[in-house]
């Protein structure tokens, strides 16, 4: 056989790279000339550097795309520029979400004006899938999680010893004309899919996320030592200072303590930041890696670091009793608490007291016990005076109309093996809110001063509503019996904070305050100073938590050099380039981290749902769709209400209520429901109405 026709051969098969010939054919220059001999000759075609074999009808216009939603009959192709594409079943020819596709479109849609095509070819096929294993007509199967309607068959040879059940990853190992033709080879298996643990396990998997770093990163962790006095040279040494810490409980990883003080005419704030630029250095293997990863990604008991614990837990974390480096912004506050001037210092600290939310609480409420009043004995007296501060910015607040959305982050408890026994909304105390204010504070100074200077930097923006999500809330505010006539063609956010305070403690709350977070933009990083329009703030970035946040630890280390003196032109020079690139990677891990730890809290819901199942719970509307509605429980479970389990033909009214049989459910509205079932591995609890 001629190496042209193994070439054909290969490429029948599926689309493959240059590279991938050669290794598979071996003979370079032969594979190199036969394949440009095949493309000049037009049987084969080049796309997006992938070769493929050209079909009847398949021309330059085929379209590269990424297989982005699989339903049991159609799918949609998301183009990089433009809207996504609508495959029918028949035109899907095996391919897989996540795929790399061509898709040729079709002259004549179904809808008139519509995309629609066919997959002509998989460019860049994704093989590794994560979901549960069945068995069926004594075969076993993978049902994966983001298309559990499917199955890929397992190959007896390849199956690892899973049975029905598990939790498990698989990769395709032969590709067919269908599904059907697929099979697959077991790469992981994870345990049983009715343990939140081990569901959890497998998505991080799925998303790549790891405890264990490379060598090079361990390697550079394990030889950083604990800071000493060559480190304290041309700091300000603060460790004199009654410096403490507020974290949860468990926390590890403290990036942040603060010092305050009253005077005549206002306050001194001190808010001293973890100096992680100065072990974590440009280029550097623990660099790359910490941008790569974004962000540490919490869940459960459990974190997945952006750094490793040498530097997390250890030498970076703020730990009482210890010297650390920080990075301190210094700020004066006059009565107002507004912000008279401020300076950044790299300084020594010691934290005198790991202080923890719930005890400060308790203290400020007076309902502190002896052994917490000793605890705190050497930082008791800025407790009142915290309180002071924080009242003044709790107002100034208010007054610039900021949006105040109190967060459904749940708490989990977990028993000894990991099951979740206990289910509760997180509550933000005093505590919580003073330290969020004051990190607030140092996170605008240290925008203001690299927006004054011009630096290249990285800035939290928060653009905006759009014109068309102003549509959908109006629609909402509406049926909620609220004014929605804006000034302007967005509404500002005064008067988006107007609405949520008129609404606080009634039953449309939960639904309209959603509805305002669903209509603004969604707040990322940008190299760019656009202002965030949410804390109604012209400057704003992310300073204070550089052990768990890129964005932190890259402006760090602009602000380092800018206050050790380096000209903004050398600065522009070296860190211009690096902003942007930090700018679009750390939003794209923010947003896969929030995925990745709503999935793993949704699968931690489901198995505490699972241990009550029959139970009755009383719960509101959340959201609605001609399919039923979801209801939210007060211990921050979801479920769904079937429409079928309703009676009568559901109907959809303005979008934000169901009607069936005879009766209407509401956004907002009360119900009492029975819990009858939970797909931990999916994250899913069912409901049906117990009245």
């Avoid at 389990?645 to 907002?668: D, I, K, N």
Wanted: glycine share 8%.
């Amino acid at each position: 056989m001629s190496i042209r026709s193994k070439v054909l051969r290969e490429l029948e098969k599926r689309p493959r790279r240059l590279g991938e010939l050669k290794s598979m054919l071996g003979n370079d220059k032969k594979v190199q000339r036969a394949v440009e001999e095949l493309v000049e000759s037009g049987r084969v075609l080049r796309k997006n550097g992938v070769l493929l074999v050209a079909k009847s009808g398949l021309a330059e216009s085929a379209l590269p795309c990424k297989l982005v939603k699989l339903g049991e009959n159609f799918a949609f192709a998301a183009q990089a520029d433009g809207p996504d594409i609508f495959i029918p079943g028949r035109g899907l020819n095996g391919a897989m979400p996540g795929d790399g596709v061509l898709v040729k479109l079709f002259d004549k849609p179904r809808v008139p004006g519509s995309l629609e095509g066919e997959v002509v070819a998989v460019t860049e096929p994704r093989d590794t899938f994560v979901g549960v294993v069945v068995a069926e007509n004594g075969k076993l199967f993978l049902s994966p999680d983001d298309c559990p309607f499917l199955r890929l068959q397992i190959k007896k040879s390849a199956a690892g010893g899973v049975r029905a059940g598990d939790k498990a990853a698989v990769e395709l190992l032969e590709r067919g004309a269908g599904y059907a033709d697929h099979r697959a080879g077991v790469a992981m298996r994870f345990g049983s899919a009715d343990k939140a643990r081990q569901c959890v396990r497998a998505l991080l998997y799925a998303a790549g996320r790891t405890r264990q770093f490379p060598d090079k990163v361990k390697a550079e962790a394990r030889a950083l030592t604990e800071p000493g006095p060559a480190d304290f040279k041309k700091r300000l040494d603060l460790r004199a200072e009654p410096i403490f810490t507020i974290d949860c409980a468990e926390t590890k990883d403290i990036d942040d303590a603060i010092s305050i003080s009253a005077s005549a005419d206002g306050w001194q704030l001190g808010v001293h930041i973890a100096d992680v630029s100065h072990y974590v250095r440009a280029g550097s293997a623990l660099d790359k890696e910490a941008l790569e990863r974004g962000t540490s990604v919490y869940f459960a008991d459990s974190v997945i670091p952006m750094l490793p614990r040498q530097l997390s837990n250890g030498v970076c974390s703020l730990n009482e009793g210890v010297d650390r480096l920080a990075f301190s912004c210094i700020m004066q506050l006059d009565a107002a608490g507004a912000i008279k001037n401020f300076r950044f210092e790299k300084t020594v600290i010691r934290s005198r007291v790991k202080g923890v939310y719930s005890e400060i609480n308790a203290l400020l409420a007076g309902a502190g016990d002896e052994a917490l009043v000793e605890k705190y004995a050497p930082v008791a007296s800025q407790l009142p005076v915290m309180v002071q501060l924080y009242q003044r910015l709790d107002a100034a607040r208010k007054a610039r109309g900021c949006i105040d959305i109190e967060s459904d982050e749940a708490k989990l408890l977990l028993d000894e093996e990991g099951r979740c026994i206990g289910l509760e909304k997180r509550q933000r105390g005093l505590s919580e809110r003073m330290i969020e204010e004051f990190m607030l504070l140092a996170n605008r100074c240290a925008a203001k001063l690299a927006r004054s200077h011009q630096l290249p930097f990285v800035y939290r923006v928060h653009e905006s509503p759009d014109a068309e999500k102003t549509e959908r809330l109006k629609d909402l505010l509406h049926i909620a019996g609220l004014n929605a006539d804006f000034k302007g063609e967005a509404p500002t956010v005064a008067e988006l904070a107007a609405i949520l305070d008129a609404t606080r403690g009634k039953p449309l709350e939960r639904a309209v305050h959603m509805g305002v977070l669903r209509s603004m933009a969604k707040a990322c990083y940008e190299p760019s100073p656009k202002g965030h329009f949410g804390l109604a703030l012209q400057d704003y970035a992310h300073f204070t938590s550089p052990i768990r946040r890129y964005p932190d630890l890259a402006i760090h280390r602009i602000l380092s050099e800018f206050c050790a003196g380096v000209s903004g032109r050398e600065l522009e020079s070296r860190y211009t380039d690096f902003a942007a690139i930090a700018s679009q990677q750390s939003s794209a891990a923010e947003v896969a981290a929030m995925q990745l730890e709503r999935s793993a809290d949704s699968c931690y819901k489901a198995e505490y749902m699972a241990a009550h199942l029959g139970e009755t719970f009383p719960g509101r509307v959340s959201g609605v769709s001609r399919h039923g509605f979801f209801v939210e429980l007060e211990n921050t479970a979801e479920g769904f209400v079937n429409a079928d389990t309703l009676g009568g033909e559901p109907e959809l009214v303005e979008g934000f209520s169901l009607r069936a049989g005879g009766r209407r459910w509401q956004l907002g509205d009360e119900v009492l429901v029975k819990a009858v079932g939970a797909d931990v591995a999916l994250g899913r609890v069912d409901f049906q109405l117990a009245e």
